[in-house]
């Protein structure tokens, strides 16, 4: 059958984001050798790199424990809100954990940030998979379902006091009794507030990403994984009034070749950090295993997925720049909005794809416009 992707998006340029690398150990649990730097100075000029070679979003990742490979880590609000002003175009997304968060205190912080910036702070909602960041802390750690009805609760305290007065809010999980926030956004054409991220694969996270998120992140998936994520979670937003759009996380490999890509992936998988990996697998696997219904994030990820611990491998965008740029538009025709990307070696490889492959998918993007391609897929 032929399904046309969401009307409202379709046609919009494809958008670009990378994984700031502010936690040690790059973004594969491996041994090989990935010129990529935590550190505050080498963040700062990748930023300033990525939006003068066509990236429009980056995401710091929240971690608060050394475990599975990132021995080190920077905050995740705090360097966002460092990136922001180091750049002047880049939108900067901070991964955040409610239950460490309260909503208001949080809400406070991105409006400054976002003031500050001139309107281009964001979040991503983070349910928690990682036990002992809360039980060490002496915080309760809800049942999957559970986190993911505090997240919902926590999204819409943070919408609710970003775009109105005198809120009030009586939830399970959160009060907000006649509170106002000042000043509110920066204004932003087309935006009423920072935009709000949230991922997942369960049908819990699906719900949420339908029902209350402005954008839903799928980990790593080939194509008709996403489809099946895009189809529900679209179904839900639908039912709730709403239209998301959708990211979709991937490693990437450029290379001359596809051979020369591919060799460079096993050489990653080969030199895998296997204690981190395992460990890795334990904790995550067991939030997976959780759900109702067994289809929580990681589930069904091998070892080999976990290597690039967003199974970023599976999007299988290897090879040369001509063969990546098409497999990203047959990703936008099923009705991806943005990419979400690892590199290796982001000192080098940030910079060589946003000139040599963002390029080349705005001309496929101009092409279809000119031919009159509805951007749909047959399948």
Known sequence: MTDLRTASTAHEPLRFAYWVPNVSGGLV?????QRTSWRY???VRLARTAESVGFEYALSQVRYLSSYGAAQQHESTSISLALLLA??????????????WEPAVLAKYILSAD???QGRAAVNVVSGWFKDEYTKLGLPWLEHDERYRRSAEFIEVLRSLWTQEHVDFAGDFYRVNDFTLRPGPHPVPGRAHPEIFQGGNSTAARFNGGAHADWYFSNGKDFDGFTEQYDDVTRIAAEHGRTVRFGLNAFTIIRDTEAEARAQLREIIAQADHAAVEGFRRSVQ??????PDGKGMWADSSFDDLVQYNDGFRTQLFGPPEQVAE??????KRGVNLFLLGFLHFEDELEDFGR??????????????RTGDPIAVAR
């Open 29 to 33: 649990v491996s041994n090989i050798e």
């Open 41 to 43: 100075e080498d963040n």
């Open 87 to 100: 750049t002047e175009k880049l939108r900067v997304i901070a991964a955040v954990h409610p239950g460490l």
């Open 115 to 117: 003031q500050f910036s």
């Open 286 to 291: 067991q939030a997976g295993a959780a759900t």
């Open 327 to 332: 497999r990203i538009i047959a990703y936008k």
């Open 356 to 369: 040599r492959v963002i390029p080349l998918v705005r001309e496929m993007e101009a092409d279809l416009l």
